[in-house]
């Protein structure tokens, strides 16, 4: 639930709807590349993000918890994010999540994604 | 290259035969979306970097071949499977896995009550997470995308020899059927039977067929079987929306 009390996949994300909409997920990446990897190389580091998350924000002001994690990516993945495969539902749900809770501004998120594409690019 | 001498087109000494695999050679919007947004966990003060790699390593390190190790060490020696099926952690420490890394206190989601369900002639077990996705991660790695999914979840409890058959495994009758259901503070393996056709082989040779599937219940270790079985995700009937 967000801030509001609306389930999650009741508030649109734009920026991430971009995203979803340019599909450049991995089974598409990989295919038009040649690439045998069955998941993509950032995979690992959203496990850890995850993880990072569960520990430190059960039990602060924020109240986002692992179950909570757990059931708005389901709800997400099957509503919203229904033509992602995994683990690119599980990504684009939790920036989804934290974005509709108000813990992270749309507009800053926006910003810091031309940032770092930027930066990528350089 | 060697040191010294002017590269031309040809002067070099690798061998076109084995260079380096094909990679992505773009930037897409999901590794900038992995960054941007870990950054801004970082910067609000959800977690630390240090943290953040502390799991990170974690999740790469962990894979399946510890628990096939642990079950075919249990087939060769009774007094081991005695212990993994009393103290399964302390049986995980004996093939290399100590269930509270990384923190002391193990992963946020992977508590340390652990237990490993014997199968018998007449018992086959099967884990499931019905409330999200627990499993015993530290021991056998991160769970396969199926596992995941509200299909597989919900369907295994109520209707196990069909999401069996699915994987292709079809138990005969007389086999009752036990789904143990994982939750957050306890994780579960199945610990099958050992196949016929195996006498004489070292725990080497049997670890090699125990794979990921068989320790999660759907599937049975085969000689001459060593990898587990693709399956296509499918979206659930009757979605959440509905």
């Not at chain 2, 642990?70 to 212990?83: C, E, H, I, N, S």
Request: glycine content about 6%.
């Amino acid at each position: 639930m967000n801030t509001a009390g609306e389930p999650p996949e009741s508030v649109t994300v734009d920026t991430l709807e971009q995203i979803v909409h340019r599909n450049q997920t991995w089974p598409v990446m990989a295919g038009k590349y040649g690439v045998e990897n069955p998941v993509p190389p950032w995979k690992t580091s959203l496990d850890g993000m995850c993880d990072a998350i569960d520990r430190s924000c059960t039990g602060d002001d924020l109240g986002f918890t692992f179950k909570d994690r757990r059931d708005e990516e389901d709800a997400l993945s099957a509503t919203r994010y229904a033509d992602l495969p995994y683990p690119e539902n599980q990504l684009v749900a939790l920036a989804h999540s934290l974005v509709a809770r108000g813990v992270i501004d749309e507009a800053e998120l926006r910003r810091r994604l031309d940032a770092v594409r930027a930066r990528l690019e350089a | 290259m060697r040191k010294g001498f002017p590269v031309t087109e040809h002067d070099h000494d690798h061998d076109h035969d084995r260079t380096v695999k094909p990679m992505v050679d773009e930037i897409t919007d999901f590794e900038v979306l992995e960054i941007a947004l870990r950054e801004l966990c970082i910067e609000k003060g959800l977690f630390t970097a240090a943290e953040h790699r502390l799991f990170t390593e974690f999740a790469e390190q962990i894979g399946p071949t510890p628990a096939a190790r642990l079950v075919a060490r249990a087939w060769l020696d009774p007094d081991f499977k005695r212990l993994a099926l009393t103290d399964a952690l302390t049986a995980s420490k004996e093939v290399g896995v100590d269930w509270l890394e990384p923190t002391g206190f193990g992963t946020p989601s992977d508590f340390v009550a652990f237990k490993i369900l014997e199968n018998t002639p007449t018992v086959h077990n099967v884990i499931v997470c019905a409330l999200c996705s627990c499993y015993p991660r530290p021991i056998l790695g991160n769970s396969p995308e199926w596992y995941r999914t509200p299909n597989y979840r919900r369907r295994i409890v109520r209707w196990p020899r069909q999401v069996l058959s699915e994987f292709g495994l079809a138990l005969p009758d007389n086999v009752e059927v036990r789904v143990q259901d994982s939750n957050q503070k306890h994780r579960f393996m199945v610990m099958p039977l050992r196949p016929r056709g195996t006498d004489g082989w070292t725990e080497d040779q049997l670890t090699e067929i125990i794979t990921r599937d068989c320790l999660i219940g759907v599937a049975l270790p085969t000689p001459g079987v060593t990898t587990n079985i693709i399956t296509k995700t499918r979206p659930a009937v009757r979605p959440i929306a509905n």
